[in-house]
């Protein structure tokens, strides 16, 4: 399958081409962007994120991102000043001044750094929002999504929900680096984490579906509530493809007839070697080209599509 480009916009202004951020109530050309060496969003990384992509002009399942991002905030005792309109509002605007028509689109709020004659407790910390919106980004490049990624079983335990809940979106991502590393040393492109009972999580920036026997399934618990998985479960259900959210042992990964993995930088893309074994004559398998190819016609088709206020500059 092609991945489909269209022709981007030009940002009015020059200084905004190589994209454009937002920090606390301020525009600005993304290079101008900076964080403060005090604050605890980078001291600490007390932060939590989410991203959303623009294709062909339309952002894609906005208010779902909106929610998952309010959701993590909320639990995380970071409420920044803007309401969810606003940040939409923001978001529009962010991507009307860069011109993008393919966009991946960051929306962070930090902690912020201690006000002065404070304790160094985090109550103490005005935490504020910054975003930015650059071209957009794929987890692995265009090639490998066409070839297949390889993937292996990381040695890294990915964090345990009892420490970190999963499905706030946030930067503790020493087992994740840790994986990716591990990846490389061992010639593949992607780590998966298992939990420490040895069932499936997610990786770097996605997560996993393994598929037997015409059936799919997604692990249920210590991972991120990924809207391109939600997607991905919707699109199994308009197809006919019976999907289970399930713990999924690391067995029945490895003995998968094919292996998916999903995410906002992406889509859904597919696995031809798990540890070295090869699946599906190293090609992406035909689910996952089906469920792939369904994913992209249908956002092209202005599936949960919310065009973009190019006006807004
Ligand atoms: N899991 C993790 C840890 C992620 O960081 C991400 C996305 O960045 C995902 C899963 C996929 O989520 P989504 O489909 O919302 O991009």
Same mark, same amino acid.
């Given at each position: 399958m092609t991945l489909h480009t269209s022709p981007a916009r030009t940002a009015t202004d020059p200084r905004y081409a190589g994209g454009a951020a937002y920090m606390d109530g301020t525009f600005m050309p993304l290079g101008e962007a900076r964080i403060p060496?005090?604050? /605890? %969003?980078?001291?600490?990384?007390?932060?939590?994120?989410?991203?959303?992509?623009? /294709?062909? %002009?339309?952002?894609?399942?906005?208010?779902?991102?909106?929610?998952?991002?309010r959701a993590s905030m909320e639990a995380?005792?970071?409420?920044?000043?803007?309401?969810?309109?606003?940040?939409?509002?923001?978001?529009?605007?962010l991507i009307a001044l860069? #011109?993008?028509?393919?966009s991946y689109v960051a929306m962070d709020c930090l902690r912020g750094a201690p006000l002065p004659g404070t304790t160094r407790h985090p109550k103490n910390a005005r935490p504020y929002l910054i975003a930015f919106a650059i071209p957009y980004v794929r987890l692995v490049p265009a090639e490998v999504i066409e070839r297949g990624t390889h993937a292996i079983v990381a040695s890294a335990v990915r964090i345990p929900d009892a420490s970190l809940d999963a499905r706030h979106k946030n930067f503790h991502w020493?087992?994740?680096?840790? %994986?990716?590393?591990?990846?490389?040393?061992? #010639?593949?492109?992607?780590?998966i984490l298992l939990d420490a009972a040895g069932n499936v999580t997610e #990786?770097? #920036?996605?997560?996993?579906?393994?598929?037997?026997?015409?059936?799919?399934?997604?692990?249920?618990?210590?991972?991120?509530g990924g809207i391109t998985r939600l997607t991905v479960i919707e699109l199994?259900?308009?197809? %006919?493809?019976p999907c289970d959210v399930r713990p999924v042992s690391a067995e029945e990964l490895r003995n998968a007839d094919e292996i998916l993995f999903s995410s906002t930088s992406g889509g859904p893309f597919g696995v031809t070697r798990i540890d070295g074994r090869i699946l599906s004559n190293d090609r992406?398998?035909?689910?996952?080209?089906r469920l792939r190819e369904a994913y992209w016609a249908k956002r092209k088709a202005g599936w949960h599509a919310e065009p973009v206020r190019y006006d807004l500059v």
């Open positions: 060496i005090t604050d /605890w %969003g980078y001291r600490r990384s007390d932060v939590v994120y989410d991203v959303v992509s623009v /294709w062909d %002009g339309c952002f894609f399942r906005l208010d779902d991102h909106l929610t998952r991002f995380t005792r970071l409420v920044p000043r803007e309401t969810d309109d606003e940040i939409r509002s923001m978001l529009h605007r860069s #011109g993008l028509t393919e020493a087992d994740m680096t840790s %994986g990716l590393f591990e990846a490389d040393e061992r #010639g593949a492109d992607m780590p #990786g770097p #920036g996605f997560n996993v579906f393994v598929i037997r026997d015409g059936r799919v399934a997604t692990p249920d618990s210590n991972v991120l199994c259900a308009e197809l %006919g493809l992406p398998g035909p689910l996952t080209n």
